[in-house]
């Protein structure tokens, strides 16, 4: 059974401030992928990472793929309010048809 | 821009009754899906499909059935709805081609009394 383990679940960081969110998972994967949720909305993609080494970035997040350590990281660069939301991340084993296996999410607030 | 949509943003139902969620994609994607999102758990996978008349159960698809007669349109179902089946649901669709993602609707929240 595939499992997906985020940490931290509740960060409250400060503006200007970096910081990373971690994402386990428990069995191989062909590809992982980063959404955000804010509050009352639906998820919007962020990243799709699909192999080892895997580096994509917009703006101030960078999410990178380890997949033998079975790790990707959600790394964010001096932080804005506008940052604030939920980040998911999820894993497929199906080549993405399959549906995904999500993360508990981790609720970040960014204040001033 | 990809859409989807869903047919109620909100909706209250009695324990018992059959509750029918809707949800429509205008891309022509093959592959749709439906997640329930409860707080503190994420999205948990009930039912996906990879084209029409095509169904798969995912990880909690006790207590629902999905129909999916047009490539367009893919049905949940709550065959009786009950109070543990309150929750906010989440219709999702993908292509085969083109970026690899799930495009989310906006969200169905259900409250069954």
């Known amino acids: 059974e595939l499992k997906v383990e985020q940490n931290p679940l509740f960060l409250s960081m400060q503006e200007g401030k970096n910081y990373t969110i971690y994402c386990n998972y428990s069995t191989t994967s062909d590809r992982l992928y980063w959404y955000r949720q804010d509050p009352g909305k639906s998820l919007e993609s962020l990243f799709v990472?699909?192999?080892?080494?895997a580096v994509k970035q917009e703006g101030r997040l960078m999410a990178s793929l380890d997949t033998k350590a079975r790790l990707s990281t959600l790394h964010i660069t001096a932080a804005v309010h506008d940052l604030s939301a939920t980040y998911f991340c999820?894993?497929?084993?199906?080549?993405?048809?399959?549906?995904?296996?999500f993360g508990k999410g981790t609720h970040l607030i960014i204040q001033p | 821009d990809v859409k989807v949509t869903q047919s109620s943003r909100y909706l209250v139902k009695r324990t018992g009754e059959k509750v029918f969620l809707e949800c429509v994609q205008d891309m022509d994607h093959e592959n749709m899906f439906w997640y329930r999102q409860d707080p503190g758990l994420g999205l948990r996978l009930i039912y996906f499909?990879?084209?029409?008349?095509?169904?798969e159960k995912g990880d909690i698809p006790e207590g629902y059935s999905v129909s999916r007669e047009k490539k367009e349109r893919f049905s949940l179902i709550l065959e009786s709805a009950s109070t543990n089946q309150t929750s906010m649901y989440l219709c999702?669709?993908?292509?085969?081609?083109?970026?690899?993602?799930?495009?989310f609707g906006p969200g169905t929240r259900l409250t069954v009394l």
């Open positions: 990472l699909l192999s080892n080494g």
């Open positions: 999820a894993v497929s084993s199906g080549g993405g048809a399959d549906g995904l296996t």
């Open positions: 499909s990879y084209d029409v008349k095509m169904k």
């Open positions: 999702a669709s993908r292509s085969l081609e083109g970026p690899d993602t799930q495009y």
